[in-house]
């Protein structure tokens, strides 16, 4: 909130105790920011001290009843948003002593805010201009107090994920993550500390783009069995009767990093504010054409700040209302996953076998906001820059990228063994193989790398005998490799990539990352020199081995 609301006539904001204890018996003990009544709150005293336990009670008849919808409320709800309290919720209630059930409980304005938005002595200011509000109403009996407090819904599976849209503003970053859009943030409902990456949909059925019956997404099994705290055991879903292992969107490290993410931009936008009313400010009262012409420019400026903050603002609280609850963030259920292993399948191919299969609730997508596979390219790389990254030989000729209008690219087919091996869509510089690929992930976004032609080989170690592969301890997988497209772009991906799906230029699936190589010490342990990934034909043939029905990457859903 901005500065110099505080007065010397007004009273301290509350303790550290009041704070905490002041709402003691309510279900939530919300916190206490600021109030307007005067009587002094008693801390518990003595070794065998009671907290006061309080209740919420109706209001029933009073004055305030007559003049609140409609009028007086929108006058409040028109202070607060002029001295930027990031409020949630404006009640009207009686609270009185839980034990005394019969006695006279005070109507009290009761102000909802955002956790940490506004500080005690701000909060002292707001309360103390809202009294003044009802004051203007002929309501002098009702204190204002306010909490801090997250409004939630509690019925049902939570919202739906949104339609992805096309804007080049924070709002449409921030939106991202929780689009239909391939790169989701996903988590086991059982280990939420452990983070990774939703790879790409499937359906199932004869022939491609045809109606699924269920959509299906694909994953590496390790973002959400952890081996340290997973048996690496077959897992199928076979009938409604098994309990669900869920799946949830963002994990608790990473919805945190997305909600600070918008609070700092709210910061941002709230700083460029206050220096557009400076040099308004500074502008004023000279006549010359120049100061005119610059107090103009500041204005339209000033206004636009305003208006990108409002939005930020606004999806901050759809994100705090909608999303926070853990249960609203589930995204579906495991249906089928393998153990992890080297060398599956008959042929032997001698590739990691490291995949979930995800079954979508209808409740999180639906023919309504379902888009296919497509990856939104985002709007940290700009255009050009973009398509130079792809087409390091020839970026304006764009043989073999197109930068989609809308950013979405769309995927479509997949890159054939052989040609991972022999690839002809790009040259780099020198005439030699340098096929550009591109993934979305849950921790270092959209990133460009160049696919190795010639595939790499990780040695796994195993403490204990749980692999199937001839009870070998050290065993060695093939893995398709990709670098960074230069030294100074960083690594490809990073830890909590993992189930990324990797696409070229085309938008034609590459292979699901699972891990890469880097340095051991814990300084560079994050730093990834070569990530590593599945090829994706590998894994479409294990789908089918392992039962499900044609998989497919084309599918369409009908309402």
Known sequence: MGQGHSTPTHPSPPSPLEVKFYYAGLPSSPLLVARTCTTPWEAPRGPEAYRVLKEVRPVGNHPLADVWEDNLA?????????????????????????????????????????PKSLS??????????????????????????????????????GPKLLKPT?????????????????????????????????????GEGEGEGGNAE??????????????????????????????????????????NKHLESIETEIGKWKWLIQEHKRYIREAEGKDN????????????????????????????????????????????????SPPISVGSSSKGEGYTEDWAVIEIDASKIDASNFSGNVIDLGTRIPLDKFTFMMCPNDPWGALSFTYPFDRLLRLSGTIPDDEMRHPTTALDQNGQPCPMVI????????TIGCANNILSYARNYYNDNDNDNDNSENLTSKEWAILPRKSNCGPFSENGDSGSVIVDGCGRIGGLLTGGAGGATSFSES?????????????????????????????VLVA
């Not at 206004?303 to 609280?317: G, I, R, S």
């Open 439 to 446: 993934k979305r992930g849950n921790t270092s976004d959209v």
């Open 120 to 157: 005690g002595d701000d909060g002292v200011a707001v309360v103390y201009k809202c009294r003044e509000l009802l004051v203007e109403f002929d309501i002098a009996d009702v204190d204002v107090e306010i909490r801090e407090s997250v409004v939630t819904r509690s019925a049902g599976p």
């Open 289 to 336: 054409r120049s100061a005119s012409e610059k107090r103009q420019k500041y204005e339209a400026e000033l206004d636009k700040a305003q208006n990108m903050m409002e939005k930020v603002k606004t999806f901050h609280q759809y994100m705090s209302t909608h999303w926070a609850a853990p249960e609203s963030r589930v995204l579906g259920h495991v249906v089928l």
């Open 214 to 255: 269920r959509l299906l997404l694909v994953t590496a099994r390790h973002v959400l069995f952890p081996p340290d705290k997973n048996e690496n055991s077959h897992f199928e879903r076979k009938s409604d009767s098994q309990p669900r292992y869920n799946v949830r969107l963002f994990g608790d490290a990473a919805l």
């Open 166 to 202: 096309r804007s080049s503003d924070f709002t449409e970053r921030a939106r991202e993550p929780l689009t239909t859009t391939l790169g989701l943030p996903i988590c086991a409902q059982s280990t939420p500390c452990v983070e990774g990456t939703g790879g790409f949909f499937i």
């Open 527 to 555: 730093e990834l020199d070569i990530t590593y990934a599945t090829p994706v034909g590998f894994i479409l043939k294990r789908l089918q081995e392992h039962g499900l029905h044609n998989p497919h990457i084309n599918p």
């Open 74 to 114: 929108l006058k409040l709800h028109a202070l607060l948003d002029s001295m930027d309290v990031e409020w949630t919720s404006t009640d009207v209630v009686r609270i009185g002593l839980a034990k005394e059930p019969s006695a006279p409980a005070p109507v009290i304005l009761w102000i909802g805010v955002f």
